[in-house]
């Protein structure tokens, strides 16, 4: 079962940008699908954004849509969430997570996904 880690969260200011990174150990992300989550005190999980198994197609919630892009790289077992245009609302702990059992119409749901990070924090001043 592939093991995640997250990093580069921190505290922006609106109107920053930020990329956030989940290095992947224990197997690559061949066969995978992988996602970004954010969770917010008092709130549900969110999904922000997402690659099919194939890899071929990415998917982003209605909040983020023209504002993050995710990205991976292969080569360094890597997964990326790059936020431009932050608000404070984007204040929340971001989670990366994995899952072979993830299809089409289940990825932007977090019981898709077996395998998740531990999280880093993104807080959004205004």
């Known amino acids: 079962q592939v093991q995640l880690v997250e990093s580069g969260g921190r505290l922006v200011q609106a109107g920053d940008s930020l990329r956030v990174s989940c290095a992947a150990s224990g197997s690559t992300f061949s066969g995978y699908g992988m996602a970004w989550f954010r969770q917010a005190p008092g709130k549900e999980r969110e999904f922000v954004a997402g690659?099919?198994?194939?890899?071929?197609?990415?998917y982003y919630g209605d909040s983020v849509k023209g504002r993050f892009t995710i990205s991976m790289d292969n080569g360094k077992n890597t997964v990326y969430l790059q936020m431009n245009s932050l608000r404070p609302e984007d204040t929340a702990v971001y989670y990366c997570?994995?899952?072979?059992?993830?299809?089409?119409?289940?990825?932007?749901?977090?019981?898709?996904?077996?395998?998740w990070g531990q999280g880093t924090q993104v807080t959004v001043s205004a």
């Open positions: 690659f099919s198994r194939s890899g071929g197609f990415t």
């Open positions: 997570a994995a899952g072979r059992g993830v299809i089409t119409s289940s990825i932007r749901n977090y019981r898709a996904y077996a395998s």
